[in-house]
């Protein structure tokens, strides 16, 4: 069984989130847990909250980050950023939505590679750190382990494609049809990239 961390904090972006969570949950040998660093409720930006248990150093497999209004204020708090960090050295895959990648950005697991983010939040988020190779026309972007995408919905499409990797093509083509989404298989085609 392999077991993903999500990692919640206040103002999360919830399609952030539960996009993915919902594509995850189709995978029996995946265990999701709702992780946050004090553990009980997170607020959600939206308004919403959701439980979650404390984090530990125990190793995993998969840390989902996902982005939201709350990163705006994360990237400059240290405390948060070094659990971070200690987070992603204890995972084998990182898969981050939208602004999520801010985050990464700020623990220097993203230097010299290649990376995505909001197209809405891109100037903002590419200031953060300049040694990262980031993509502006991009649905997700995977510099392995670590896996971004763009705005919002690309985490649906960003987890499809990791599944495609890890599971099979027609596992991920299944979930997608399961969800009745029209999944966007080709990461390089990026609908919202500015022109």
Known sequence: ??????????DFETLDVFGPVEVLAYIKDIDVELSSITGGLIKA???YEVKTTKLDNSPFDILLVPGGQGTRQLVD???FLAMLDKQ???????LSVCTGAALLAKT???DNKAAT?????FKWVSALNSTVLWRRRARWVVDSPIYTSSGVSAGIDMTLGFIAEQYGYNIAKEIANSI????????????????
């Open 1 to 10: 069984m392999k077991k993903c961390k999500v990692l919640l904090f206040n």
């Open 45 to 47: 930006y939206q308004g």
């Open 77 to 79: 708090d240290s405390a």
């Open 88 to 94: 992603i050295e204890l995972s084998e895959f990182v």
């Open 108 to 110: 220097n697991w993203l």
């Open 117 to 121: 983010t909001n197209k809405q939040a």
């Open 180 to 195: 009745e989404y029209i999944w966007n298989e080709d990461a390089e085609q990026d609908f919202f990239a500015v022109k």
